[in-house]
Each structure stands twice: as structure tokens, then as C-alpha cells.
């Protein structure tokens, strides 16, 4: 059959976008000033922007898109211009709460104010423990002191003797009993000038020494005694006590001064109802216990060697300021970027220690800040997927930003929620979060979450592609230029440029599309840097940016190797020559996530006389997905509409990607799959050497597809081995070829007419290439051209229904 020229046959100059070196209007990159600006993501910029200016609760910013589309580089640039602006910072202190020491106070100051509170609270203690102990050396404090305790004494001995007195009247004597380890009075009757106990009474009747009547009235004298000594003893007390409580007064009177002026000089420092009332309970904390300001007896030693002390804990504790925000340094607004969102690193914690004791114990000074409290009045920027799967921090962030207040806990009470009765007073912040993720993770939150809609109102998408015009392509320059300076790389000449702009373009998937994934345009730029010195070249060409695209396809092909292999092997089946019934060799590709490749596969199909229509094998083996179920409705659909316009349609279809052992989705084949069942019908072959793509509507109108440059080189890849014959090409969707970014030796081959690519529009355009006959009009007698494929069909789909109806009679 002749194979001659179609009219449907694509251009060579269409199959690939040119950038001409020329165009750029630089010879290297070294004529180019770089600039470090955000590219083709003008949308996002302008949410982001929003996000970040608005002041109104809930306008936090979720940030999606792929990787490497510029979404970190980005905000890190548009924050960058909120680092100048004047805020006003906080500085947050946490203090020791003498009502509940559960329950730490929160201290707000303004920036630079905390570290100054705490060396001042630290410096209070330092003086009142040089101070105190001094006054209570003063000459004048000592005498008063000595003049009052001699004064109580005084009473003390006056009340002693009388009760002395009374006792030995009785023939009794009051001495000093050791009960345990303290000394209590005790009264002991007097035999022969000596104390006796009652024990020895009885053997001093036995000796005539006492009588019995005596006992028992020395009995009777003890009892009446002792209730008189607990009275003495009661009024010893209650001059003990006057006497504490004069020697406090006198304390009072001689140190309140002291006291009150230091923390005075305090509380004029700043300017703060809170923190004036925690200070009076601090003096009236001081005030309360002076001693413990006077220095400690030092610690005995053992044969003249000091012995091992646990380490001595802060005797002061209570008094001390922990500043857990220290705005002091930051000049401008708070930016946080949190690499490693773990609870603690994002809550802040209450951490433990064990004392000398050996318990573990914590306090106010063992809180510990997280990046949320850091970034408190600018921005923390986080990762959805790191803040989804830490445990506990999704829920606590949602609560903080939705409440506005933040609670420090310990994790296990965070992420764990076991109880604590530690519960520092929570912290009012105002925090703007940026959240990286892709569109999957922020629809699926829209859905599942309802908090996630009123606290995350703004969403900033990031593109994969921008409009190629020639302000995008001065960007791509400028952004080489930055990535060679920046990384020290060789300069890239004219044509170099031009290759890797042609590769963004190639990478976007359509000729007037560029690529914003920049991650991978810089690995390409360092990449063909690395070749142009392994070549010992000084300037990066073409060629060394053509050689870093195959290496990096080399590396990376594998898979894509072992199938070709089979196929060239004959392990897998696909014919790239002669004429078959009933087969084509469709296009597939396939996703192996860094790389994506284009293969053939044999459809094939077959009919018969039944009812059952197109019978996908795929489907009936649970080996198709949505999108080819559909696809092959479609199908039903288009020859329902094409033939049972006078005739119920009595046929049975089976079609089937041979050797297809992992499944199908996607519906580019359905036109494949029309042209084998169309074959099969009319018993024409179909060509074997053309590979066949493209969607299909029930009106036989072809639909564009995606992957469209992988699955014209994979088929070309097979036949450019078994040898181009020059009748060798694919069919392709019309609304494809803007999309067309071929490889140069593919592009080659084309030129010279030893490969064809041919975009049509219809089944019928496929169907006449395919097999070199007319697909044939209806007439107006509702028939069809004759002999022509569509004829030869609707004849057999006759004969299956004639054949139908004999079998039911």
C-alpha cells in the first residue's frame, strides 16, 4: 500500500520552539546584571500580600503548589521587605505566683525591658543579702534587740523562780527530762535533800525512810503541781511568742526601710500596674522571712577533706524573672522559619529537674518558649505536612490561632493530654503563620476541618508554568546569571542560555509556556557547569547543557531501558511494520515520579455477533481505573451513534491491552481502541508502523492529551532501532502540537522524511491513514460511501444483526 504524503503530516519547523541565541541579545552570561526577584508567580504575590498586610483575625496564609516552584524563596524575599517595619515588641517574662505556685504570673514589657527587670530583680536579691545582714550588725539594732530579749527573760525567770519557789515549798523539784531528743520540766519530790523518782519511793517505804500516807500525799501534791507547771509553761510560751513578735516589730521597724526603698527603686523603673502588685507581694514575701537572708553556717567537713554536696539550688528561686522572649536585639518584625515543628519546638515546654532530694520538680523558671512565641508580632512560616504528622501539633495550633491565647505545657500534656496542675497563665499573641503544603493537603483540610477555613482565609497558589513572553525569558537570563554568580559558576554563552530556556519550555509541556519549577533549572545550570569543566571548557555551550539533560535522563532511565529491552527483545509484542485486523499499537506513559517516559502497548480487539457491546477486558479483570471506564462508555456511545441510527447494535467487542500486567487508567487510548474495533469490524488491517494517542468524544471528534513528547519518542526510540523505513510515524491530537517539544534526533529524523508525525481532528482523518482507505460519508439514503471502512462496519453490524434474530427464532 502507498504511503503517500498526508496533508495531516505536522511541520518540521512546528514540532520544536526555537529560542534563537540571537533574540537574547547577549553574547554571556557575564553581560547580565542578575537580579533576585520572584518569577511568574504574580497571582501568588499578590495572596501573599494580602495574608500578610491584613490585620484581622483568621487572614493566615496557606501557601500550595509543587516543590520547587519558588514557594520558600518567595516568602522568604516578601518577608524580607516586612523585616524594616516598626513594631512594637514585646518582651514576656514569667514570675513566681506567691497566691498559687502552680499557677506562674505572666509579665508583658516592652522590648528590651525584660532582661532589665530581671538583672534588677537580680540585683535586689544580691543587695538585700549584703543589706539585711548588716542592719542586724548595727549597733543601735543590736542594743534594742538585747534590750528586749533581757526584758522577756526577765518576765520569763520572774515567772520561773515563783514556780520554783512553790514547788520546793511542797518538798519538790523541777528538773529536766530528755524525752527523744528534746528536754521537757518535770516534777520529782526531794528525800533526804536528794530528787528521787517515784520508783525509788517505794523501796524508801520498805526502808522506813518515808511512810505510805506520805506517798500518797506527795502523789496528790505532784498532780496539783503539774497543773500549776502547764499553766507556767503556758504563760513561758506566750512570752516566747511576744517576744518573737517583738523581735519581728523591731525587724520591721529597722529593715522595712531597706526593703521598700530598693524595690522602690524598682517600681519607678517601670511603669506597670501587674508588676507593681507582684512587687509588693514580694516585699511582703521578704519581709516575712528575713532570716533566711543572713549567711548559712558552712558545710562540715570530714577529717579536714570538704565532703561531696549535691549541687546548692537557688535559695531565692521565687524572686528570679525568667524572660522567655527577649525582644531586646530584633529590629523589626519577628520572622520564624520552623524547619523541625516538633511540640515542644513550636509550643514551647515545661521542662523537669531533679532537686537534692532525688524528685523531680519543676517551676516557673523551668518554661521554656516555642517559635510561636518568638515569631509573637510578625510571622512563622511551618510545613503542613511536618505540622499534620507530629502528633498533638495540628490541634494545639488550630486552638492558639483560633483563641488567640497560648498555653505552655509540659509535651506529655500536649501531645498526650495526661493532666498537670502546672499551669502558667496563658499568653495573648498576635501571629501570622504561612503554611507550605500542595492543593491535596489544603482541600482535604477545607473539607475534614472546619477550623481550617476560618483560620486559614488566604490561599496563595503557586504555578508550575508562566506565559512565555520575552519578559519571562529576560527573568530565565537574569535568573541564570544569579545562580552562577551565586554558586560560582562558569558563564553560560548564547547558546546555552538558549538550551536551558528550550528545557523550561520542554519541562512547562507547552510552546508557550515556561517552567517556574526553578529547582530543577538550577540543578541543570550546576549541572552543565559540571560537564563544561569535566571538559576543561571556560565557557558553558549548548552542548554541555544537551549533555547535562542526557546525563541526567541516563541516570534515572532504568526502567525505561528494561521495557524497550523487552520490546527489541520480543518479550513484549509490538510490530512496527505490516498490516494487522483488528490491532494497533497505542502510546501509554508511564510515571515513575522524576522521570516520565513514553511506551508502546498492542490494543487489540475483537467482535462477534451478541448483545453485550463493548466488553472491556481491563474492567473485567479489576485492572482499569475511572478515567478508561469512561473512556470505553465513550466508545459505546460513538458507534451507538454512528451505526445504530436503523439497527439495535447486536454485538459483542472485546477489546484488551495485551501484556498489560499492572493496570490502566486514563482515557488517551479510546481513539486506539475505536480504530482496532473498527478494523475488526470492516476486516482492514490496520498500519503497524504508526503509534496511535488521543481522546475521543462520542462524536468521533479527537481530544488533546497530556504526555504528548514522551509518547512520540518512545515509539520513535523503538523504531529508530529496528531501523527507520520512512513510513514509520504516530498520530497525534490537532490541539497537541503547540505542545510539541521534540528531541533534536527525533526532529532530525522528521526532516529527512524517515519519521512522520500527523495531527488529525477526527476519527475519521485516523482511521484513512491508518489504513489508506476513505473512512467514508453518509449518504443521503443514510448509507455510507461504499467500500469505505465505514461502509465495510456498518455492513458486518448488519449481517450481526440478521444473525441475532435468526438465533431468537
Known amino acids: 500500500m502507498a504511503k503517500n504524503k498526508s496533508s495531516k503530516e505536522v511541520p518540521v519547523e512546528q514540532l520544536r520552539w526555537h529560542c534563537h541565541p540571537k533574540s537574547l541579545g547577549v553574547k554571556t ?55 524594616k517595619t516598626t513594631v512594637h515588641l514585646k518582651d514576656r517574662c514569667y514570675v513566681h505566683n506567691f497566691e498559687n505556685s502552680d499557677q506562674p504570673l505572666l509579665i508583658t514589657l516592652p522590648a528590651g525591658q525584660g532582661n532589665q527587670f530581671r538583672d534588677d530583680m537580680d540585683t535586689l536579691i544580691q543587695d538585700l543579702i549584703k543589706n539585711i545582714p548588716a542592719a542586724f550588725e548595727r549597733k543601735r539594732f ?31 523539784e523541777v528538773i529536766q527530762v530528755q524525752t527523744g531528743g528534746a528536754m521537757r520540766p518535770d516534777i520529782t519530790p526531794v528525800v533526804e535533800n536528794q530528787p528521787v523518782s517515784f520508783e525509788q519511793l517505794d523501796a524508801f517505804v520498805k526502808e522506813g525512810k518515808v511512810s505510805k500516807e506520805q506517798v500518797e500525799q506527795m502523789t496528790k501534791d505532784r498532780a496539783v503541781l503539774e497543773t500549776q507547771m502547764e499553766v507556767v509553761l503556758r504563760e513561758m510560751r506566750n512570752i516566747e511568742r511576744k517576744a518573737k513578735d517583738s523581735m519581728n516589730e523591731l525587724s520591721q521597724r529597722f529593715l522595712l526601710p531597706i526593703v521598700k526603698d530598693t524595690i522602690d527603686e524598682i517600681r519607678e523603673k517601670y511603669q506597670h500596674e501587674k508588676l507593681h502588685l507582684y512587687l509588693d507581694e514580694v516585699q511582703e514575701s521578704i519581709m516575712a522571712d528575713l532570716n533566711r537572708f543572713r549567711p548559712s553556717e558552712e558545710q562540715p567537713q570530714l577529717m579536714g577533706m570538704p565532703q561531696a554536696m549535691p549541687p546548692e539550688e537557688d535559695a531565692f528561686t521565687e524572686y528570679r524573672v525568667n524572660v522567655i522572649v527577649d525582644n ?185 509556556k515556561l517552567s517556574t519549577r526553578f529547582n530543577i533549572i538550577a540543578d541543570l545550570v550546576r549541572e552543565s557547569h559540571y560537564w563544561t569543566t569535566k571538559n576543561g571548557n571556560g565557557t558553558v555551550t549548548h552542548k554541555h547543557v544537551l549533555k547535562a539533560i542526557d546525563e541526567r535522563i541516563e541516570r534515572i532511565r532504568l526502567a525505561e531501558v528494561k521495557m524497550k529491552e523487552m520490546i527489541l527483545e520480543g518479550v513484549m509484542m509490538i510490530d ?17 515520579r522524576e522521570y516520565i517516559f513514553g511506551v508502546p502497548t498492542r490494543i487489540t480487539a475483537k467482535t462477534s455477533v451478541g448483545r453485550q457491546g463493548v466488553i472491556n477486558v481491563e474492567r473485567e479483570a479489576q485492572m482499569s481505573g475511572p478515567l478508561h471506564d469512561k473512556g470505553v462508555l465513550i466508545i459505546s456511545g460513538y458507534f451507538h451513534g454512528m451505526y445504530a441510527y436503523n439497527k439495535p447494535l447486536a454485538m459483542n467487542a472485546s477489546i484488551t491491552f495485551e501484556q498489560n500486567y499492572g493496570g490502566v487508567d486514563g482515557d488517551s487510548a479510546s481513539s486506539t481502541e475505536i480504530y482496532a474495533i473498527l478494523s475488526s469490524l470492516s476486516n482492514v488491517p490496520i498500519r503497524q508502523d504508526i503509534g496511535v494517542t488521543g481522546s475521543v468524544n ?74 489508506g482507505k476513505k473512512a467514508g460519508k453518509r449518504l443521503k439514503n443514510g448509507m455510507f460511501e461504499t467500500n469505505s471502512v465505514h461502509f465495510l462496519a456498518d455492513h458486518t453490524l448488519t449481517e450481526y444483526v440478521k444473525h441475532w434474530k435468526a438465533l431468537l427464532m
Not at 512496527?576 to 515513575?592: A, F, H, K, P, R
Request: charged share 30%; with cysteine; proline share 4%.
Open 29 to 83: 552570561s557575564d553581560e547580565v546584571k542578575p537580579k533576585k526577584e520572584i518569577i511568574g508567580q504574580e497571582r501568588a504575590l499578590r495572596a501573599l500580600r494580602l495574608g500578610l498586610e491584613m490585620k484581622h483575625p483568621g487572614y493566615n496564609v496557606f501557601v500550595a503548589g509543587f516543590s520547587g516552584t519558588g514557594r520558600m524563596t518567595t516568602i522568604k524575599r516578601l518577608l524580607a521587605e516586612f523585616e
Open 142 to 172: 543590736k542594743d534594742e534587740r538585747k534590750r528586749l530579749m533581757e526584758l522577756f527573760q526577765e518576765r520569763q525567770h520572774s515567772i520561773l523562780k515563783d514556780f520554783e519557789q512553790k514547788v520546793k515549798e511542797r518538798g519538790f
Open 328 to 512: 531586646s536585639k530584633t529590629k523589626g518584625v519577628p520572622i520564624v522559619i520552623e524547619t523541625n515543628p516538633r511540640y515542644k519546638n513550636v509550643f514551647g515546654t515545661i521542662e523537669r529537674e531533679v532537686d537534692r532530694a532525688g524528685v523531680w520538680r519543676t517551676d516557673f523558671t523551668l518554661i521554656k518558649p516555642g517559635s510561636l512565641l518568638r515569631a509573637d508580632g510578625g510571622y512563622l512560616v511551618i510545613n503542613a505536612v511536618d505540622a499534620l504528622t507530629e502528633q498533638g501539633v495540628w490541634q494545639i495550633l488550630k486552638r492558639t490561632l483560633r483563641n488567640g491565647l497560648l498555653e505552655i505545657q509540659p509535651i506529655e500534656t500536649g501531645v498526650f493530654g495526661a493532666s498537670s496542675a502546672f499551669k502558667p497563665e496563658p499568653i495573648e499573641i498576635d501571629v501570622k503563620v504561612v503554611m507550605l503544603g500542595d492543593a491535596y493537603i489544603y482541600y482535604t483540610l477545607y473539607d475534614q476541618d472546619d477550623d481550617f477555613k476560618k483560620i486559614f482565609k488566604v490561599r496563595a497558589d503557586f504555578d508550575t508554568v508562566m506565559p512565555k513572553i520575552p519578559e519571562s525569558i529576560e527573568r530565565y537570563v537574569h535568573f541564570i546569571k544569579m545562580i552562577c554568580d551565586d554558586e560560582k559558576l562558569k558563564p553560560f554563552d548564547s547558546s546555552a542560555i538558549a538550551a536551558v530556556i528550550e528545557y523550561g519550555v520542554r519541562l512547562a509541556g507547552r510552546q508557550n
Open 576 to 592: 512496527t511494520d505490516g498490516e494487522v485486523v483488528g490491532q494497533v499499537n497505542g502510546l501509554s506513559i508511564l510515571d515513575m
Open 698 to 771: 462520542q462524536k468521533g471528534e479527537i481530544q488533546p492529551i497530556g504526555g504528548i513528547n514522551q509518547k512520540i519518542e518512545g515509539f520513535f526510540d523503538i523504531c529508530n532501532v529496528r531501523k527507520l523505513t520512512g513510513t514509520q510515524g504516530v498520530l497525534i491530537p490537532h490541539q497537541n502540537k503547540k505542545d510539541l517539544m521534540l528531541r533534536h534526533d527525533v526532529i532530525h529524523a522528521v526532516r529527512k522524511g524517515k519519521f512522520h508525525i500527523y495531527a488529525i481532528a477526527t476519527i475519521d482523518e485516523g482511521i484513512e491513514i491508518l489504513t
